[in-house]
């Protein structure tokens, strides 16, 4: 593990700092990171007695943020025009990819991430090992293969499951995989010929099973739904969030207040797909509806109170690790106040992936910190100039 060495306890001074819980910044803020956790938070005037003989790092212009969170991330893929022709053939060159996929991250200033959708093990295995210290890179909530139906989409990332039993079977063969959450496509998708985006793919049935045994499990479920349909019979069998949810009808909305779901858009998406000079012309055509869709939906479920959540679906095509920030400047493009998409990408997503002392800068949480380079209330664009990232209070970029 590389990076500059890190005193314990430190102090982090910068003009601004943003929590992640979407409150306003504080200004002239100080850290005070020691043994892994934030023993500080807040105005620099009000760090403890003897705070100042202890070494300090002065980052003149920056903010200081909580480590960012992707919730929806494929290590095992790099951004390829073409996904399914561009993942490594063997499970041992997808996990070297996923190790350098999880080091692009951090370097992005990504400290969390959830992977929904591997061939096998890979993501889980290059969390284990992020958290056993030997490799650099986010923490890693994996689901392990997505549960997709015969004729579904990603099947290539996925295990192919249909009916009622097999729907609990699989969710307990992730489970022995090391799997943390479950992902379940529960419409066509945009990659895949076959079941189109706007289709349900699951029955009601086939879906409550599988949400019920995850959680039955201790597992929470993404859900991969692009149409109205899919969206509103996964949050009706109480999945814990949608992934992409283009289109969103009043229904649909109405569900995720019920049931506290929460929406990731993932804009970078079907924007690296429509501007991919390689991507196939079939998969933009597939793509242009949804993307036309997803701005309006995305406002008017924020406006509704439809927690956001930030993922990127980094690894497909023309969508590298790493790319985070640039989908909060998507989400403030579409109205999103600063600090609400900042805790989108931080105290929201963690929340949401079940590590809560994450994403957050206060007194006990982890050390998990990124230093932008400007001031993010400003310019959500700051955040896509990382500084400096520690995790659990070294630092590693
Ligand atoms: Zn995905």
């Given amino acids: 593990m590389t990076g500059p060495a890190t005193p314990d306890p430190v102090v982090l001074r910068a003009p601004r700092l943003l929590d992640g819980t979407g409150a306003p910044p ?12 934030i023993a500080y938070a807040g105005p620099a005037a009000g760090l403890p007695e003897g705070a100042d003989r202890l070494p300090a790092l002065d980052f003149p212009g920056a903010t200081l943020v909580p480590g ?9 893929a790099s951004g390829h025009p073409d996904l399914a022709a561009g993942l490594p053939k063997t499970e041992v060159e997808r ?4 190790v350098a996929n999880a080091r692009r991250q951090l370097d992005q200033g990504v400290t969390l991430v959830r992977d929904l959708g591997a061939p096998g093990a890979e993501a889980v295995l290059v969390g284990r090992a992020v958290e056993e210290g030997t490799i650099a890179g986010p923490r890693v909530v994996a689901a392990g293969p997505a549960v997709t139906m015969t004729g579904g989409h990603i099947p290539y990332l996925g295990r192919v499951t249909d009916g009622v039993e097999a729907m609990r079977a699989s969710v307990r063969a992730n489970l022995a995989m090391g799997a943390r959450c479950i ?20 029955t009601q049935p086939e879906l409550d099973a599988l949400v019920s045994e ?13 149409g109205e349909g899919g969206v509103a019979s996964a ?21 995720f207040l019920r049931t506290g779901a929460r929406l990731t858009p993932t804009f970078l998406a079907p ?19 949804a993307a036309e869709a997803q701005v309006r939906s995305f406002r008017a479920a924020v406006e509704a109170g439809v927690p956001a959540v930030a993922g990127t679906d980094a690894g497909t095509p023309d969508n590298p690790h790493g790319g985070v920030a640039r989908e909060l400047e998507f989400m403030v493009d579409a109205g999103l106040p600063v600090p609400r998409a900042v805790r989108a990408a931080t105290a ?50």
Avoid: C, N
């Fill in 26 to 37: 504080f200004d002239d803020a100080a850290l005070l990171l020691e043994a892994g956790r």
């Fill in 68 to 76: 960012l969170v992707d919730v929806h991330v494929h290590l095992v």
């Fill in 95 to 98: 996990t070297i990819a996923a």
């Fill in 183 to 202: 992902k379940v496509v529960a419409t066509g998708g945009v990659l895949t010929p076959g079941v189109d985006p706007r289709e349900p793919a699951y």
């Fill in 214 to 226: 995850a959680h039955r499990l201790g597992l929470t479920v993404a859900a991969h739904a692009i």
């Fill in 235 to 255: 949050l009706r069998a109480g999945v814990d969030s949608i992934e992409h949810g283009m289109f969103l009808d009043e229904a649909a909305i109405e569900l």
């Fill in 271 to 289: 924007h690296g797909i429509l501007g991919g000079p390689s991507v196939p012309g079939w998969i933009k055509d597939r793509a242009r509806p």
């Fill in 348 to 397: 929201e997503a963690a929340d949401l992936l079940g590590v809560s002392d994450r994403g957050v800068l206060r007194r006990g949480a982890a050390a998990d910190v990124l230093v932008a380079g400007g001031d993010v209330a400003a310019d959500i664009t700051a955040l896509q100039r990382p500084l400096a990232v520690f995790q659990d209070g070294r630092r590693l970029v």
